[in-house]
Structure formats: structure tokens, C-alpha cells
């Protein structure tokens, strides 16, 4: 059974950074595109970008160049999502999810992880 | 900049028919999209329904249908139900930097 396991909350500073993490398992790792999604409260979703854990290439939604790194670790499955110099806009909770195997899309999601900045 | 719209809200009554659609501010929506379905319940991380256009996730009942229709991107609950009650949001992949953009979301009521 195919599970996307994130990690816990988290609060930051204005300024600061997060890294989030999300750890699969029940399916073959390298095969299957990872994205991360978010959403503001009361908002709805938005995409933040994508990564190949096999080769590691990703791509960014343009509205977080340069703010954005997504990474992963095959050794333990595991995607990470960094965003640096944290707003209080960027207060959300972050969602991975497993891109569709040969398409677009995704079929499964992480829990979420609550990102609070505040000062 | 493109913008994917949905209904804000859709009413249906229980055992009714409801027909949401997803479509761009600029443009057509086509099978090229790949246009996919989610529905989120508050607190909840979304729940896909249907992705390439019109094929069920894994456990989806069948009264979740997804189509093209005329220029829209189209997701059909046939016979609602009281825990239809959700938010629903449709993708579209826009083909420039693996690029998916979620629409405005429709939020459903079943009375």
C-alpha cells in the first residue's frame, strides 16, 4: 500500500526558511514524480512545483523561483521541500503528492504539514 | 497569466445530478490537459477522483465521472449523496515546465 508520510509542524520566522519533508513507501521510488502543493487557510490549492526522484531534475511553479528547493534522498525515500526568506503569506499547509505513473496529476497524497510564520 | 476557472458553488439534491466544469480564462481545455479531479473535506488532504481526462482512481465509485464538454474540462456525480459534501478542485497541465495549475475550486452542497 502506497503511503506518503510528512513530516510534523512547524513555525518560523519572517525571513527564515522550512524544510518539510515526505517519506514513501509501498511502491518504487524512483519511478514515480513527486509534487508539493499548498494552501493558505480558507484558500484553495496551489501548486509549488516537482522533482524526479530518480535523476533528481525538478521544476518550480514561477511564482517561487528562486525561493524554492526540492531534493531527495533515495537511501530512504524520502523528497524534501525548502523555501527560504518565509512570509506570513506563506503560512499553509504543504502537501506532497505522487504524480500519475506516464501522465499528469497525481494519485496520492501526504498528510500535510501546517507551516505557521509568524513573528 | 492563465486562469483556470470553476463554479464557486454548486447545489444538488440528494440523488440528483451535478455537473461541475473546469475551463481557462483564455482558451480551450482538451484531452492535452490532461485534466484531473480532487475532493478535499475540511482538515482533510485532498482525495483524487479522476486524472487523464476521465479515469477513476483507485476505490472511486462510478458515480464520479470525468469528461470533455465543449471547452470545458467536466467532472459528473451521478446520484449525490450527503458526503458528496466537499470541496472539489480540477488540474490542468499547461505543457510549459511540467506546469500543473490547480482551478478556483467549486464548493458542492447536497440538499
Known amino acids: 500500500q502506497v503511503h506518503l508520510v510528512q513530516s510534523g509542524a512547524e513555525v518560523k520566522r519572517p525571513g527564515a526558511s522550512v524544510k518539510v519533508s515526505c517519506r514513501a513507501s509501498?511502491?518504487?521510488?524512483?519511478?514515480?514524480?513527486l509534487h508539493w502543493v499548498r494552501q493558505a487557510p480558507g484558500q484553495g490549492l496551489e501548486w509549488m512545483g516537482i522533482?524526479?526522484?530518480?535523476?533528481?531534475?525538478?521544476a518550480y511553479a514561477q511564482r517561487f523561483q528562486g525561493r524554492i528547493t526540492m531534493t531527495r534522498d533515495t537511501s530512504t525515500s524520502t523528497v524534501f521541500m525548502e523555501l527560504s526568506s518565509l512570509r506570513s503569506g506563506d503560512t499553509a499547509v504543504y502537501y506532497c503528492?505522487?504524480?500519475?505513473?506516464?501522465?499528469?496529476?497525481?494519485?496520492?497524497w501526504g498528510q500535510g504539514t501546517l507551516v505557521t510564520v509568524s513573528s | 497569466q492563465t486562469v483556470v476557472t470553476q463554479e464557486p458553488s454548486f447545489s444538488v439534491s440528494p440523488g440528483g445530478t451535478a455537473t461541475l466544469t473546469c475551463g481557462l480564462s483564455?482558451?480551450?481545455?482538451?484531452?492535452?490537459?490532461?485534466p484531473s479531479w480532487y475532493q478535499q473535506t475540511p482538515g482533510q488532504a485532498p482525495r483524487t477522483l479522476i486524472y487523464?481526462?476521465?479515469i477513476r482512481s483507485s476505490g472511486v465509485p462510478d458515480r464520479f465521472s470525468g469528461s470533455i464538454l465543449g471547452n470545458k474540462a467536466a467532472l459528473t456525480i451521478t446520484g449525490a449523496q450527503a458526503d458528496d459534501e466537499s470541496d472539489y478542485y480540477c488540474?490542468?497541465?499547461?505543457?510549459?515546465?511540467?506546469?500543473?495549475?490547480f482551478g478556483t475550486g467549486t464548493k458542492v452542497t447536497v440538499l
Open positions: 503528492a505522487r504524480g500519475v505513473y506516464g501522465d499528469y496529476g497525481f494519485d496520492q
Open positions: 509501498g511502491y518504487t521510488f524512483t519511478i514515480y514524480y
Open positions: 522533482i524526479n526522484p530518480g535523476g533528481g531534475s525538478t
Open positions: 483564455s482558451g480551450s481545455v482538451s484531452t492535452s490537459s490532461s
Open positions: 487523464s481526462t476521465n
Open positions: 488540474v490542468l497541465y499547461m505543457g510549459t515546465g511540467m506546469d500543473h495549475v
